[in-house]
């Protein structure tokens, strides 16, 4: 049982193009949120987080949206530049246990110039 | 480079067999934790240790344990292999808010 979902297994954008990434979730005690990006031969590195205490929060180019009635969020980036052709994992974890990060299967983004 | 460091890079052993993976966490910082990422699926939480103890547990098999050392490095021990254990192995430092991972173990059994 997938409790969070990244519905679309790959993405492709423009350069200078705004890129959204979606991540669904089914758990309500999810409390925490988090984006990872993932280069081949690497491991992920922390990109973005969110409490559920908030719906927005920004980085720079990276914006990440939270949806708790729908329990969807979503990572925008603005402009998209091919450096950002990596994969990305959306990550949660409940508040029962935070250490008990959940990821989802990520999304492979390409970035064309 | 993150600062957590992993050995060895490359593990090919055949089914039955018994390895152990090796982490050593960002200087300062006492948490590891364990994931398992198999072919086109996300990272699967293993197990999470702090300072030496074991505090979050996930869906780790019964043949896999692990353990956190005094200087904080952390084996991952996985015996009676399956071809169903070969993946990609990544242990990570820091918090459950940020975590800096390893470049981790790829495991192939055949």
């Known amino acids: 049982d997938q409790q969070v979902k990244q519905n679309s297994p790959s993405l492709s954008v423009q350069e200078g193009r705004i890129s959204i990434l979606n991540c669904d979730y089914t758990n309500s005690m999810f409390d925490y949120f988090l984006w990872y990006k993932k280069y081949p031969a690497e491991g992920p590195t922390f990109l973005i987080s969110?409490?559920?205490?908030?719906d927005k929060n920004e980085d720079g180019r990276f914006t990440v949206f939270l949806n708790k009635s729908a329990k969807h969020l979503s990572l925008h980036i603005v402009p998209s530049q091919p450096g950002d052709s990596a994969v990305y994992f959306c990550?949660?974890?409940?508040?029962?246990?935070?250490?008990?990060?959940?990821f989802g299967p990520g999304t492979s983004l390409s970035v064309i110039p | 480079d993150s600062g957590v460091t992993q050995t060895p890079k490359h593990l090919i052993t055949a089914t039955g067999q018994r390895v152990t993976l090796r982490c050593s966490p960002r200087s300062g910082d006492l948490s590891v934790y364990w994931y398992q990422q198999s072919l086109d699926q996300g990272l699967q939480f293993l197990i999470h240790?702090?300072?030496?103890?074991?505090?979050a547990k996930g869906n780790i098999l019964e043949r896999f344990s692990a353990q956190q050392f005094p200087d904080l490095h952390s084996e991952l021990n996985l015996s009676s292999l399956e071809l169903g254990d070969s993946a990609l192995y990544f242990c990570?430092?820091?918090?459950?808010?940020?975590?800096?991972f390893g470049p981790g173990t790829r495991l192939t059994v055949l």
């Open positions: 990570a430092s820091g918090g459950y808010n940020e975590q800096f």
């Open positions: 990550a949660a974890s409940p508040k029962t246990s935070y250490d008990k990060v959940i």
């Open positions: 240790y702090y300072n030496g103890e074991e505090r």
């Open positions: 969110i409490s559920s205490i908030k």
